[in-house]
C-alpha cells in the first residue's frame, strides 16, 4: 500500500541503481554504515525476533528496510518519509514486495502518526535522518515514538550526535574524515550536491526533485545534541531504558527499550 503521489515513477528509471547509487554516496560521508545497520538488526533480532513490525522512520530510499527484509524475509515494513524523490526510488525499488508499504508524511506534523496502517510496531528504526530537526520538535517526535513503539519494543536512532565538551578530539576527527572524503571524490565518488545535479537530469526522477527541494531546499538545518542528551530524553517520553550500543568518533547508535 501506498499513498505517495506515483504519477513521477510513470518514466521507467533503473530503481536499483538508484538505490546502489544512494547507498555509494551516503558510504563517502560514512563508510562504516553498515556496521550501524548490522549492529541495529542484531538488536532488533535479540529483542523482537526475526519476524518484527517495523516503521522504517524518514526513511529515504529504504536503506533500512532492504537490509531488513534481506535478514529477515518475515518481517514487515512501513517506510514514512517526506521526499518526493527518495521516496520515488524507494516505491521503484520495491514494486511487488507485499512486504513493504510507504506513506507520505511531513514528522513535524502532529498528526502524522495517523496515517500510518499501524496502531503500533515491535520497532522503529531510523539513521541518519532526525539530525535535521532542532530539539524542541525532536523531543515532540520522541513522544510520538514512544506511542508507537509496544511494550518491549524499541527506537534505534542511528545519526550524528556530536559532544562538545571534546572540541579537540572533534577537530581531528573531522580532519580526517574530511581528507578521506576528499581521497573518495577523487575515486569519482559523488557527494550530496552532485547525486542531486544527477537525479534532476533523469527524467523520471526530476520532478520529484524539483519539488524536493522546494520543500526541504538545499540542505536541513537542524541539531547534533550529545547521545546523553537523547538517551535522556527519551526515558522521559515513556521508553524504560536508553543507550548507546555502537558508536564511532561521530555518530551514535542508540536504543530505548519501551
Not at 560514512?30 to 556496521?35: A, Q, S, T, V
Request: glycine letters at 6%; a negative charge; hydrophobic letters at 45%.
Amino acid at each position: 500500500m501506498t499513498d505517495m503521489d506515483t504519477s513521477a515513477t510513470a518514466t521507467t528509471a533503473d530503481w536499483g541503481a538508484w538505490q546502489r547509487s544512494w547507498d555509494r554516496q551516503q558510504e563517502w560521508y560514512m563508510p562504516d554504515r553498515e556496521d550501524r545497520f548490522r549492529i541495529m538488526l542484531d538488536m532488533v533480532e535479540a529483542l523482537v525476533g526475526p519476524a518484527p513490525r517495523v516503521l522504517d522512520l524518514a526513511c529515504g530510499t529504504g536503506s533500512i528496510s532492504a537490509r531488513l527484509l534481506a535478514r529477515f524475509p518475515e518481517a514487515t515494513s512501513t517506510g514514512v518519509d517526506l521526499d518526493p524523490a527518495l521516496l520515488a526510488i524507494a516505491e521503484g525499488t520495491f514494486a511487488g514486495d507485499e512486504r513493504i508499504s510507504f506513506v507520505t508524511a511531513d514528522l513535524k506534523d502532529p498528526d502524522w502518526p495517523a496515517r500510518l496502517p499501524y496502531d503500533s510496531y515491535d520497532a522503529v528504526l531510523t539513521a541518519t535522518a532526525l539530525h535535521w530537526l532542532h530539539r524542541e520538535p525532536l523531543v515532540a517526535l520522541y513522544g510520538q515514538v514512544a506511542e508507537l513503539v509496544r511494550d518491549g519494543g524499541v527506537f534505534m536512532n542511528a545519526d550524528h550526535m556530536i559532544d562538545d565538551t571534546t572540541p579537540r578530539i572533534n577537530a581531528a576527527e573531522r580532519a580526517q574524515r574530511h581528507a578521506r572524503m576528499e581521497r573518495a571524490r577523487a575515486d569519482g565518488v559523488p557527494d550530496w550536491s552532485e547525486w542531486w545535479r544527477l537525479a534532476a537530469e533523469d527524467p523520471a526522477l526530476a520532478g520529484p526533485t524539483a519539488r524536493r527541494f522546494e520543500i526541504y531546499g538545499d540542505h536541513a538545518d537542524g541539531d547534533m545534541p550529545p547521545a546523553a542528551w537523547h538517551a535522556r530524553v527519551l526515558r522521559e517520553q515513556g521508553f524504560g531504558e536508553a543507550r548507546p550500543v555502537w558508536c564511532s568518533p561521530s555518530d551514535t547508535l542508540l536504543l530505548a527499550l519501551k
